[in-house]
């Protein structure tokens, strides 16, 4: 791989991220497509926010640790709330298969949690699954997945494009 950026979350963007083959071993490793490389990264050679090709993400020595099926509310055209779901605990394996049956999955944060430090991170992947009915604008089933690791690896081969704003 040709850029390697360690420990540097905070330094992309994962609005427009895809995961795709996630897997268990040593840690969580995954793919992303369309992972957003910020200017101030220190792999970042355009200076300005560009889309990295595909990117294989590695967290050494991760685990999760909790997470949930995020709930929702749900409004009429007058604002009068029709349906009201809580949020949904889910236990460590339930978590692991969403997570490996994720691919296509948009994983649009990764949000570092209050007790985070270096050498010892906790963060929430935050995903959501794409309906599956055509121009369904409602939006799909989400969930928070929280995991703690001691390294982030993230590493591309090429960047694709600036991102347009």
Same mark, same amino acid.
Do not use: H
């Given at each position: 791989? @040709?850029? !390697?950026?360690?420990?540097?979350?905070?330094?992309?963007?994962?609005?427009?991220?895809?995961?795709? #083959?996630?897997?268990?071993?040593?840690?969580? @490793?995954? $793919?992303?497509? +369309?992972?957003?490389?910020?200017?101030? #990264?220190?792999?970042?050679?355009?200076?300005? !926010?560009?889309?990295? *090709?595909?990117?294989?993400?590695?967290?050494? %020595?991760?685990?999760?640790?909790? *997470?949930?099926?995020?709930?929702? !509310?749900?409004? %009429? +055209?007058?604002?009068?709330?029709? $349906? $009201?779901?809580?949020?949904?605990?889910?236990?460590?394996?339930?978590? !692991?298969?969403?997570?490996?049956?994720?691919?296509?999955?948009?994983?649009?944060?990764?949000?570092?949690?209050?007790? @985070?430090?270096? *050498?010892?991170?906790?963060?929430?992947? #935050?995903? $959501?699954?794409?309906?599956?009915?055509?121009?369904?604008?409602?939006?799909?089933?989400?969930?928070?997945? @929280?995991?703690?690791?001691?390294?982030?690896?993230?590493?591309? %081969?090429?960047?694709?494009?600036?991102?347009?704003?």
């Amino acid at each position: 791989m @040709s850029f !390697k950026a360690v420990d540097e979350i905070y330094n992309f963007d994962f609005q427009d991220a895809q995961i795709f #083959n996630v897997k268990f071993g040593d840690g969580i @490793s995954f $793919e992303l497509e +369309a992972l957003i490389v910020e200017p101030e #990264n220190s792999q970042n050679e355009n200076f300005t !926010k560009s889309y990295a *090709g595909t990117t294989t993400v590695r967290l050494v %020595d991760g685990k999760i640790t909790g *997470g949930c099926k995020d709930g929702y !509310k749900r409004y %009429d +055209a007058n604002n009068k709330l029709l $349906e $009201e779901v809580d949020d949904s605990p889910m236990d460590e394996d339930a978590l !692991k298969l969403i997570l490996k049956s994720g691919s296509g999955a948009y994983l649009y944060a990764m949000d570092a949690n209050p007790d @985070s430090e270096e *050498g010892n991170y906790s963060y929430t992947l #935050n995903l $959501e699954f794409p309906s599956k009915e055509a121009y369904d604008n409602i939006g799909g089933v989400s969930y928070q997945v @929280s995991v703690k690791f001691n390294k982030a690896i993230f590493e591309w %081969d090429k960047y694709m494009n600036r991102v347009q704003m």
